[in-house]
């Protein structure tokens, strides 16, 4: 599933930085629970009112960015848990050859009731969700982009790598550790669609988005 992005990690472009998801049983609160029940599927209701798994790959394919950047999102969900890599292309708009850089977040999540959140005009059941994130990392496959990095001593090293995974948790570069999500899926197209809260929407009263961003949704691979 496509995770919201909030921008903060800049190279020459922004990075994109991982902010939120997590995922509702039968949408009656609840969580990844135990040790033993990590990896166990969970569901959310569907479009369709009926119970749908989320474990899987889900992905955006590709999105241009501006005129001649380009990204790509895959979310892998096991039960409780998840990781997320984003490639951006900085002269491309079709995500062709070698991505320009890569970030991987990965963490777990609980997960929360169910509510009725917008989207384009029209309510829908959606997610309540809470994200924990415990890993963050960025590795560059652009010689220019480590110079500048590195010239700049971004996310506080001057010590960047080509084709070398950094770990960036806890750095000046980092998302926070926690937030809220919301989640909501249309299986009643084939592929599933993914979507999640709209960052630049209004939040409800508990802090949970109140909007579906319907610009990024992403399709089970």
Same mark, same amino acid.
Do not use: H, R
């Given at each position: 599933m496509k995770i919201r992005i909030q921008k903060r990690f800049v190279i020459m472009l922004a990075i994109g930085l991982l902010s939120v998801f997590a995922l509702s049983c039968g949408g009656g609160g609840g969580g990844g629970g135990g040790d033993d029940d990590d990896d166990q599927p969970l569901t959310i209701t569907g479009e369709s009112g009926?119970?749908?798994?989320? $474990? &899987?790959?889900? *992905?955006?394919?590709?999105? /241009?960015m501006?005129?001649?950047e380009s990204e790509r999102w895959v979310t892998t969900i096991s039960g409780s848990n998840f990781s997320q890599?984003?490639?951006?292309?900085?002269?491309?708009?079709?995500? $062709? &050859?070698?991505? *320009?850089?890569?970030?991987? /977040?990965?963490?777990?999540?609980v997960l929360g009731n169910e509510v009725i959140a917008d989207l384009n005009g029209g309510d829908v059941t959606a997610t309540e969700m809470d994200l924990e994130i415990t890993s963050f990392e960025g590795t560059i496959h652009n010689q220019d982009v480590v110079d500048e990095l590195n010239a700049d001593v971004e996310c506080g090293f001057n010590?960047?790598?080509?084709?070398?995974?950094?770990?960036?948790?806890?750095?000046?570069?980092?998302?926070?550790?926690?937030?809220?999500?919301?989640?909501?899926?249309d299986d009643m197209v084939d592929p599933d669609v993914l979507?999640?809260?709209d960052e630049d929407g209004p939040d409800d009263i508990n802090g949970y988005p109140a909007e579906i961003g319907s610009d990024e949704p992403q399709e089970r691979l």
């Open positions: 009926n119970q749908v798994n989320l $474990n &899987g790959d889900w *992905d955006t394919g590709c999105l /241009v501006d005129v001649g890599e984003e490639d951006e292309w900085l002269d491309s708009e079709t995500c $062709n &050859g070698t991505s *320009d850089l890569t970030v991987v /977040v990965s963490g777990n999540f010590d960047w790598a080509l084709n070398t995974p950094k770990e960036l948790f806890g750095t000046p570069c980092s998302p926070d550790a926690n937030d809220k999500e919301v989640l909501y899926i979507y999640t809260g």
